[in-house]
């Protein structure tokens, strides 16, 4: 069983930058893939960005590049999501996944449904 916790949500301001974290505990996340998702208020959850813990490749929705990075810390044991350029729109709850498989293609990264494991979010409000 993996346990994800996230931090790093908070009010800001339109145009701040931000670093959410997500730590796991339970076992190493060798070959785990890692993805943020997010769920703003009357929507449905929708992929953030990801991150394959194998092979470091990156993937983002297309609402966040060139304003995002997915990184991570093997030591750690932990991912991060840097977002700049913050607009009130990216306000939502912030979800962390992760799942023991390993993927190759973005198709399976940016699906709920590949992720095994969810953390219980963490709050970012954008004020205008």
């Known amino acids: 069983q993996v346990q994800l916790v996230e931090s790093g949500g908070g009010l800001v301001q339109a145009g701040a930058s931000l670093r959410l974290s997500c730590t796991a505990s339970?076992?190493?996340?060798?070959?785990?893939?890692m993805g943020w998702f997010r769920r703003a208020p009357g929507k449905e959850r929708e992929f953030v960005a990801a991150?394959?813990?194998?092979?470091?490749?990156?993937y983002y929705a297309n609402s966040m590049k060139g304003r995002s990075a997915v990184s991570k810390d093997n030591r750690k044991n932990a991912i991060y999501l840097q977002v700049s350029s913050l607009k009130p729109e990216d306000t939502a709850v912030y979800y962390c996944?992760?799942?023991?498989?390993?993927?190759?293609?973005?198709?399976?990264?940016?699906?709920?449904?590949?992720?095994?494991?969810w953390g219980q979010g963490t709050q970012v409000t954008v004020s205008s």
């Open positions: 339970g076992r190493t996340m060798s070959n785990y893939a």
């Open positions: 996944a992760a799942d023991p498989r390993y993927y190759s293609g973005q198709y399976q990264f940016i699906r709920e449904e590949s992720y095994a494991f």
């Open positions: 991150i394959s813990w194998a092979d470091d490749n990156t």
